[in-house]
């Protein structure tokens, strides 16, 4: 790894840790719901960097969260949903990017990191009726994703010549 994506995937590393745990304070109508806003330097890892940096990124970020917080659940149910979401943005950015925006890309991702957090939650609960909560993640979900995508994308272009 270069010393170029060494300092990049820090500072993306930091800015979703921060992003992250801004989140984790603000008030939302229904519990497990965050902007996933940590998600626009994961997104942008991938595109600058790779899919290593990708998952560096997401991983470093969940664990830190989970140093500072030690709020297990939450770490159960964000490196599940991290990791799927990630999995599936790196699907389709290497795969199929020339079908898919990166809007729509971070929607799928949203769409994943919901659809594994509230399999972890109905696991850990052991009530399965907790899927039905995936409806109203997924809307959700898909305009937190879509915005996320804007930003990650922009962030891209403001910062191409690091390339």
């Known amino acids: 790894m270069t010393l170029r994506k060494i300092i990049l995937s820090s500072l993306f590393v ?3 840790l921060v992003f992250n745990l801004i989140e984790g304070l603000l008030p939302f109508p229904m519990p497990g719901v965050k902007l996933g806003t940590a998600n626009v330097f994961a997104l942008s890892a991938l595109v600058m960097m790779g899919t ?8 470093l970020r969940v664990f830190l969260a989970l140093l500072i917080t ?4 939450s770490f159960f149910c964000a490196i599940t949903g991290g990791l ?4 599936t943005m790196v699907l389709l950015y290497t795969k199929l990017e020339k079908y898919f925006s990166l809007s729509w890309i971070s929607v799928a991702g949203a769409w994943a990191f919901n659809l594994g957090q509230t399999l972890v939650a109905s696991f850990v609960v052991g009530d399965f009726r907790l ?3 995936l409806l109203p993640l997924l809307v959700i979900g898909t305009i937190s994703g879509w915005i996320v995508g804007k930003l990650a994308e922009t962030l891209c272009i403001r910062l191409e010549h690091l390339k």
């Open 14 to 16: 930091s800015l979703a």
């Open 131 to 133: 899927m039905y909560y």
């Open 70 to 73: 030690g709020n297990f659940f």
């Open 52 to 59: 290593r940096e990708a998952f560096m990124v997401t991983i």
């Open 84 to 87: 799927l979401a990630t999995v």
